[in-house]
């Protein structure tokens, strides 16, 4: 009877252990909020085109149509825990630029006319963890624009009132209120 109730004991550790074990992996480590930078984004009415950065002087550098709109979102400029890269591709005939996390989508860009902007990278999260939002995807045919945005009303007012169409979730960011990011 002794041993029977020590093997009990030593079977139910085993299992405790290995359920542990198991989890251990599933664990998902986060980048530091403190590393994000605002991303801005402009807004070129005469080429209706979006453009998002990190260094707002870039916004100045281009020629005077491009007006700063906004910080988008908080992202960050170097790989951080659980963040991939944030492509920017831009196509200056159809005055576009286009994000996305997608290698395969930056290829067919690229094959499509589109330039990788490599001296712009930045680094989203691929799934919804350690507190990000949406970063919402949304493209006008009409204005070949990419529209990304964490606005939910936003969102909604660009597809109802301005002729955009919902993409996809294009990644997820840092909301701009700090006490969101857990």
Same mark, same amino acid.
């Given at each position: 009877?002794?041993?029977?109730?020590?093997?009990?004991f030593l079977s139910v550790v085993v299992r405790l252990t290995g359920a542990l074990h198991i989890s251990e992996p599933e664990k998902r480590t986060c980048g530091d909020p403190s590393n994000s930078l605002p991303l801005y984004r402009s807004y070129n009415p005469t080429g209706i085109d979006h453009y998002y950065t990190t260094d707002v002087s870039k916004v100045? +550098?281009?020629? @005077?149509?491009?007006?700063?709109?906004?910080?988008?979102?908080?992202?960050? %400029? &170097? +790989?951080?825990? @659980?963040?991939?890269?944030?492509?920017?591709?831009?196509?200056?005939?159809? %005055? &576009?630029?286009?994000y996305t996390t997608s290698m395969t989508e930056a290829e067919a860009a690229l094959k499509n006319g589109y330039v990788n902007i490599t001296n712009d990278l930045i680094y989203i999260y691929p799934t919804q963890i350690c507190g990000s939002v949406p970063f919402y995807k949304l493209y006008s045919a009409s204005g070949t624009d990419n529209f990304y945005t964490t606005s939910e009303s936003e969102r909604l007012d660009f597809i109802s009132n301005h002729g955009y169409a919902d993409v996809e979730i294009a990644g997820y960011v840092l909301p701009l209120t700090p006490s969101q990011c857990t």
């Open positions: 009877m002794k041993y029977l109730l020590s093997a009990i100045n +550098q281009h020629d @005077s149509v491009w007006a700063l709109q906004e910080v988008a979102a908080l992202v960050f %400029v &170097d +790989q951080e825990e @659980s963040t991939v890269p944030f492509y920017r591709l831009y196509n200056s005939a159809v %005055v &576009d630029n286009f």
